[in-house]
């Protein structure tokens, strides 16, 4: 005799990635799914899964809980995001600086990592650009 939570399990396996962006699932299976993103560290996909559980009005408590850990995480992550920004910032400014100095006293060159550093600063400003159109969309919920 197979168990409940094995059959659904199988079921969930074969038929549940199919339906789940069409909501016929039960609320509490997207806050386990959102849950389960937000372990992954895949905030845009817990943002869709609490999007698409929005609907229901039981475990409005777990859902609003479930909306308030993503926002804390998204605020955690701006800030890392902005403090990573200070620093780079920080970086580039002091080798602007240090490009005046008589480089070949020390025998390398301060503007190789200048473009690292404007790579970097980039994605960092896009990444946390990015967390704060999650945080938005969390809000309009």
Known sequence: MIGLGILI????A???K????????????????????????NIGEAVKFLKISKGALLDRSRWKLVRQLILFRCRVLRERHGKRIGYIEGR???LKNQQKLPWRWFRKRPTDRLTQYQDTLALEKE???????YERALKDL
């Not at 399990?9 to 969930?12: E, F, G, S």
């Not at 990444?127 to 159109?133: D, Y």
């Open 9 to 12: 399990r199988i079921v969930k």
């Open 14 to 16: 074969f038929v549940g």
């Open 18 to 41: 199919p339906l789940e962006n069409t909501g016929l699932f039960p609320t509490r299976y997207y806050l386990q799914e959102a849950l389960r993103s937000l372990d992954q560290d």
């Open 92 to 94: 580039i400014e002091k």
């Open 127 to 133: 990444a946390r650009l990015l967390l704060e159109g």
